[in-house]
């Protein structure tokens, strides 16, 4: 008798009849947390009644030790609240607000001689909701490799829900089209993952403060449970770390309907701030460059009759740069190793030495007498270990020559990383990788020894970190204009309708917009061109924000239409503050943003290969004053297929009172300078 109530007893125990729950809302108490621990770890959160992330698995498993999971309770749990704000030195806007409720849930489990703990800070905010893991030293565990993380985001209706995505752990990293589905059929995404409930209510997964750690990417594993997946090393482990050690932050931006997503800080208010001190050398600005011109094949990288960066053809675009006031002269091609195949060797690549028809010192120095910067560019082709070697003695080289700015690539497949290990032995990474994700902010901690800042391509997914690092200027990691020139196919027109839902949520993209010219191969929609108006090239330059903006066409073509360029030269890249106002994910949005330590406002409205008529009011203009409003728009009979020049440029005076109505041609656009009288 005595032994089955014993043993009953420790069923009843094992299986945690004083389940313990505890909860928390946002500062506005719409958003709910609820964490529990009945079974093992787990939580769920709600908005407004409305159920978000249904009951979700909390934990993580190691390869020699016992996994933080079944049997793991709450052993104490602390709230706080704090509200402050702070400032961007570049960025959206100047300042950003941080209110949060925030609860750290220790979990704990008695084993024999040990007490195992872990915790979860959880942190509230109006626009979501997030999380991280802190595992402090513990008996047991000192070396850590993490073989799986439990993190599940449940959500309900998976086959009512809509999602946009890009599969994850594919061969082309981050640059992939689109898909629009139901929630139900992905399988492996990568982050932002957006998507939106049968309600309206728009939800996105992500994470910030990546650093010395796996991404995360979600894997459906069962209908409507999505789960963390982060990206292994080589040899199948997924984070090689020691206690105590932080898990990024992973998070759920929340908002009623879809612009909310597009004015959430989240990301950045989880990130640490700057660690760089004094960064005013870091300068947002726009630029043209040796660029496009290669990528429709009127030039090469390599040497020969068509090379483009030539001495004197960097010092012809830096005449047009100083000319049009733009501040820097990218040149790509300019270093030896271009010859051959680069893309599966990067070993070719020597960072110090220029082709012979190239004169760094000359051009930098007619650069600096011009006012216009050179900005570096090293591809590495994936070969970080060659990069890492030179790396010290390539930044230096540029420093020398005034470079401020170094464009770095890393075209490789994803999963052909090359890192070489001490032993020389040869190991294929992922680009998302614990490995990656530490090469890549190695690369923008030694620039800012030398006050240069980096644009990745090819990059690691943002994850906020231009707060701790503002040198870390902008990055692509989706597909950006390059695939109009040679994509299969190239950027349908719902593309620049998307990536402001999905990448753009986590942080500036280099997507190098102005694409003047769409005739290169011919027009018809078949065609590699961009597959929009030219006014919605210009409306990119408002829409996609990035602190540094290529105007990516070749001069000839801007000195053909220098009436449309104006828009170009006037735009800024900084800004005080920025508003998304209207918008649908894959369908249209509007941006209004206001230029930093200025009083002009710019404008950017994009639509999806429908037509359509957007009424905008003017309400976010300074109530005291008139401004001239010079529009850039679709012409009565433009289209994007066969006559996508066609723009009407317009001046009209008007107030905070008025409402603008903007006709949007099919892949069309709207571009606007409200400049204060
Ligand atoms: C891919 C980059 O995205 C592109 O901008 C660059 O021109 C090529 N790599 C060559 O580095
Ligand atoms: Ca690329």
Not at 339 to 362: H, L, Q, R
Request: aromatic share 12%.
């Amino acid at each position: 008798m005595n032994k089955i109530i014993i043993s009953l007893s420790l069923l009843l125990f094992s299986n945690n009849i004083f389940a313990q729950t505890v909860e928390l809302s946002s500062p506005d108490g719409k958003i709910v947390l609820s964490v529990n621990d009945e079974g093992k770890p787990s939580y769920k959160i709600s908005l407004s009644g409305e159920s978000i992330i249904k009951t979700s698995c909390l934990g993580m498993a190691f390869k020699n030790t016992m996994p933080f999971s079944d049997g793991f309770t709450i052993s104490s749990s602390q709230e706080k609240s704090a509200k402050s704000v702070w400032q961007l030195p570049w960025g959206e806007r100047k300042n950003v607000t941080d209110h949060h409720n925030e609860l750290l849930v220790t979990f704990s489990k008695n084993d024999k001689s040990n007490t195992n703990k872990f915790k979860v800070r959880f942190r509230l905010f109006n626009d979501g909701v997030g999380f991280r893991y802190e595992v402090p030293k513990q008996e047991g565990l000192d070396q850590v490799e993490i073989i799986n993380e439990f993190t599940e985001f449940a959500i309900n209706d998976e086959k009512k829900a809509t999602a946009w995505w890009i599969p994850a752990r594919g061969w082309n990293r981050y640059e992939y089209i689109y898909n629009t589905t139901d929630v139900a059929s992905v399988d492996r995404a990568h982050t932002p993952f957006t998507f939106k409930l049968d309600s309206g209510t728009h939800i996105s997964i992500h994470e910030a403060a990546l650093v010395d750690y796996a991404a995360m990417t979600i894997n459906q594993k069962r209908p409507g449970v999505l789960k963390a997946d982060l990206t292994p090393w080589s040899d199948g482990i997924l984070v090689k770390t020691k206690t105590d050690f932080k898990s990024p932050w992973r998070t759920i931006q929340i908002s009623k309907d879809a612009v909310g997503l597009l004015n959430s800080d989240l990301i950045l208010n989880l990130n640490e701030p700057n660690k760089l001190g004094d960064v005013s050398w870091v300068e947002p600005a726009k630029y043209v460059g040796i660029w496009w011109g290669m990528h429709i094949n009127a030039n090469t990288w390599g040497s020969g009759a068509k090379h483009g960066a030539t001495t004197s053809e960097a010092m012809r675009y830096i005449d047009f740069a100083a000319e049009h006031e733009f501040a820097g002269v990218l040149v790509e091609g300019w270093n030896v190793g271009w010859d051959g195949d680069w893309f599966f060797n990067g070993d070719v690549f020597n960072f110090s030495k220029p082709y012979d028809d190239f004169d760094i010192a000359a051009v930098s120095a007619y650069g600096k007498k011009k006012g216009v910067q050179l900005i570096g560019h090293h591809e590495t082709s994936g070969n970080v270990t060659n990069y890492r070697n030179q790396m010290s003695d390539a930044y230096a080289l540029y420093e020398k020559h005034g470079v401020k700015q170094i464009k770095t690539g890393y075209v490789a497949d994803g999963g052909d990383i090359k890192r070489i290990d001490k032993n020389g032995i040869v190991h294929k990474e992922w680009h998302d990788s614990q490995f990656m994700v530490s090469e890549y902010l190695h690369s923008v901690t030694e620039a800012a020894k030398h006050k240069i800042s980096i644009n990745t391509h090819e990059p690691i997914k943002d994850t906020g970190l231009r707060r701790t690092y503002p040198n870390w200027i902008s990055r692509e990691g989706a597909r950006g204009q390059e695939f109009n020139a040679w994509g299969t196919p190239p950027n349908p027109p719902e593309h620049t309708t998307i990536l402001p839902f999905t990448r753009m949520l986590s942080g500036p993209m280099d997507f190098t917009p102005g694409i003047f010219d769409m005739s290169f191969n011919g027009l018809g929609d078949k065609s590699n061109r961009p597959q929009t108006t030219l006014s919605k090239q210009l409306a990119l330059y408002v829409v996609l924000y990035s602190p540094i903006q290529m105007a990516a066409d070749l001069p000839k073509n801007y000195q053909a239409n220098l009436a449309a360029f104006q828009f170009i030269k006037d735009v800024p890249t900084n800004w005080e503050e920025s508003k998304a106002i209207a918008g649908e994910v894959g369908e249209y949005v509007v941006f209004a943003r206001q230029k930093r330590d200025g009083d002009d406002w710019f404008v950017g409205a994009l639509t999806d290969e429908k037509a359509r008529t957007i009424t905008m009011k003017l309400d976010f203009l300074d109530k005291s004053k008139r401004y001239q409003a010079q529009i850039y728009r679709d012409g009565k009979n433009a289209e994007w297929i066969n006559n996508p020049y066609e723009m009407i440029i317009e001046n009209k005076i008007v107030t905070a009172k008025d409402e603008l109505i903007l006709p949007l041609a099919t892949s069309g656009g709207a571009a606007i300078r409200f400049k204060a009288l």
